[in-house]
């Protein structure tokens, strides 16, 4: 058995191994896939310290780094569920379980996807997700933002600092954004927002977006936008799944709770990063916020007398 088991291995899990190897306690980590998020992202420019660097070269910095303090890696495997026996398992999807003295979640999250076509195409060529990563590779040009709740007009009121001009598309009739996100994004000028707006279709010329179609729910016209970027707004959903019905309580968006230590509900077990209620998702977020677990967890074995 582990002293400390890292479910999850993009940021958050990969500082957490770090942080618990340090201490000289047996660490393991397993993971679906080691690096998470960063291995979809293309250009990172807010990694403090790194002024531009890459997904697939952070995410190797980060095996490496955690290979050095021989952290026991298990990859291409997907946790099932998290239960208290003797000591804290955790059942595979594969049929085997782990055990650990103390577990820290890092299992991140995803972005929902609209589900149109071109948007796999162009992901990382104009589809994005995260305005504070990708609003500055869009400055001086039109870009759409697509849902209208409080991420999507927070992005568009971000965005309109930066780029050129924002549509925001809401599918329903009526924003759903609080009504201080909805009068700020009114009062600048350089937002439109478009109601009742299904989009159907990510338009590229074969290396980058030009824009995009959508029906208008009312007229049942299809319409062309010609923007550079879409931003796609409808939520981010945390990969805690397998935890559903497990001790560890889980906020109705099945986000993990912590405490300001990284602990959740159930003894034992810490969680950090984008599957928690940390209110930002961010990749230098997430690493402090998995140094956070890895101590809150080495302070409870000390505390646990093992
Ligand atoms: P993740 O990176 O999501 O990692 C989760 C890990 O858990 C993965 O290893 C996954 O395989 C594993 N996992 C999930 N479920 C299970 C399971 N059941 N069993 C076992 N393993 C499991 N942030 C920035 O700061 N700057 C940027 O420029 C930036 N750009 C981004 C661009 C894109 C396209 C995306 C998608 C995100 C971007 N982000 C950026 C956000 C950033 O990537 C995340 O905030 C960060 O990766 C979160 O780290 P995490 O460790 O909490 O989770």
């Known amino acids: 058995p582990y002293d400390v088991l890292i479910v999850g291995g993009g940021p958050a899990g990969a500082a957490a191994a770090i942080y618990a190897a340090r201490k000289g306690i047996r660490t393991g980590l397993v993971a679906e896939r ?3 998020q960063v291995m979809d992202t293309v250009g ?3 990694f403090i310290s790194v002024p531009y660097t890459e997904g697939p070269k ?9 290979k050095e303090y021989g952290v026991d890696i298990i990859t291409d495997q997907r946790a099932a569920g998290i239960r208290r026996g003797e000591l804290i398992e955790v059942p ?12 820290i979640l890092a299992t991140g999250a995803r972005w929902r996807e609209l589900k149109v076509p071109g948007e796999a195409e162009y992901r990382t060529k104009g589809v994005a997700y995260c305005p504070h990563c990708d ?13 209208g709740g409080n991420s999507g007009i927070e992005a568009a009121i971000d965005l ?6 924002v549509t925001v598309l809401e599918f329903a009739d009526s924003l759903r954004a609080d009504e201080v996100l909805q009068r700020k994004a009114n009062s600048m000028g350089n937002i439109d927002i478009i109601m009742s707006a299904q989009t159907t279709e990510v338009l590229g010329d074969g290396s980058k ?43 109705r968006f099945g986000e993990v ?27 230098i977020i997430s690493m402090g916020a998995g140094a956070t677990a890895a101590l809150g967890a080495f302070d409870h074995l000390i505390r646990a007398g093992s």
């Open 44 to 46: 990172i420019e807010n």
């Open 209 to 251: 977006v030009v824009g995009m179609q959508y029906t208008d729910r009312v007229s049942g016209e299809s319409k062309r936008l010609e923007v550079a970027g879409i931003f796609v707004q409808i939520g981010l959903v945390p990969n805690t799944e397998f935890l559903q019905g497990s001790e560890v309580e889980l906020t």
């Open 160 to 165: 309109a600092g930066i780029v050129e001009h």
């Open 257 to 283: 709770v912590i405490d300001n230590r990284g602990a959740t509900s159930m003894a034992g077990v810490f969680a950090a990063g984008d599957a928690t209620t940390v209110p930002y998702k961010q990749i």
């Open 34 to 36: 080691f690096g998470g």
């Open 135 to 147: 609003g500055p590779f869009f400055k001086g040009k039109r870009v759409a933002v697509v849902g």
């Open 58 to 66: 952070l995410a190797a910095s980060l095996e490496q780094h955690v």
């Open 92 to 103: 595979l999807a594969s049929g085997a379980a782990l055990k650990s003295k103390a577990v």
